[in-house]
Nanobody, 127 residues
Framework: QVQLVESGGGLVQAGGSLRLSCTAS??????????MGWFRQAPGKGRDFVAG????????EYADSVKGRFAISRDNAKSTVYLQMNTLKSEDTAVYYC??????????????????WGRGTQVTVTA
């Protein structure tokens, strides 16, 4: 059982930046390999993939809507994954969820097939 806790959400004006963090604990997280990802869900919408990173950070993937603006990274010594969000748009307003998936390869996961999910952090971008 792995616990994921997101932080760093908040209110920001369009064009601004935020950095989300997700810290993992428990289970086998520190002794196994996990792909990590960020998803988001806007009001009345489904949960969409935002960014993913492989266990070593070698492979990173992004949704087309955030390419060039968002950057995913991880610090395995801190059991933390980050999402740097720049040039934010009102369309980025959503609850952002962190996810972890135990993998035995070193590729990012872009589908919602993750083993563990955080409870989300709200990001609101004003026009």
């Amino acid at each position: 059982q792995v616990q994921l806790v997101e932080s760093g959400g908040g209110l920001v004006q369009a064009g601004g930046s935020l950095r989300l963090s997700c810290t993992a604990s428990g289970g086998t997280f520190t002794s196994s390999t996990y792909a990590m990802g960020w998803f988001r869900q806007a009001p009345g919408k489904g949960r969409d993939f935002v960014a993913g990173i492989s266990w070593s950070g070698r492979d990173k993937e992004y949704a087309d809507s955030v390419k060039g603006r968002f950057a995913i990274s991880r610090d395995n010594a801190k059991s933390t994954v980050y999402l740097q969000m720049n040039t934010l748009k009102s369309e980025d307003t959503a609850v952002y969820y962190c996810a972890a998936d135990e993998r035995y390869n070193d590729y990012a996961v872009t589908t919602p097939h993750y083993d563990y999910w955080g409870r989300g952090t709200q990001v609101t971008v004003t026009a």
